[in-house]
């Protein structure tokens, strides 16, 4: 069993920038990919970005955020951060991290454990 806390989340300006950290528990949550999903209001949960486990140095961005997020992981502590500059109005939702057995958990099927999510909101 692997328990997920995400948070960082908050309001900002667009052009501005946030960090949202995820910190995992449970024996094995080393050996699991950790990433982020999003959902706005009225839409489905979508893939932002992921990073394969600890040893293995694979990350996948959703184009709409390739150049201006960055995902990482700092393995001694348990906790993925996902560093967000550039920020649009469009990135607007509630950020769930997510962990996953799969070296590429770009879909939700593809998710073993989810955060409680935390909220981002860019104003124009």
């Known amino acids: 069993q692997v328990q997920l806390v995400d948070s960082g989340g908050g309001l900002v300006q667009a052009g501005g920038s946030l960090r949202l950290s995820c910190a995992a528990s449970g024996r094995t949550s080393s050996d699991y990919a950790m990433g982020w999903f999003r959902q706005a209001p009225g839409k489905e949960r979508e893939f932002v970005a992921s990073v394969a486990w600890s040893g293995v140095n694979i990350t996948n961005y959703a184009d709409s955020v390739k150049g201006r997020f960055t995902i990482s992981r700092d393995n001694a502590k348990n906790t993925a951060y996902l560093q967000m500059n550039s920020l649009k109005p469009e990135d607007t939702a509630v950020y769930y991290c997510?962990?996953?057995?799969?070296?590429?958990?770009?879909?939700?099927?593809?998710?073993?454990?989810w955060g409680q999510g935390t909220q981002v909101t860019v104003s124009s």
């Open positions: 997510a962990a996953s057995r799969n070296i590429r958990p770009i879909v939700t099927d593809r998710i073993d454990y």
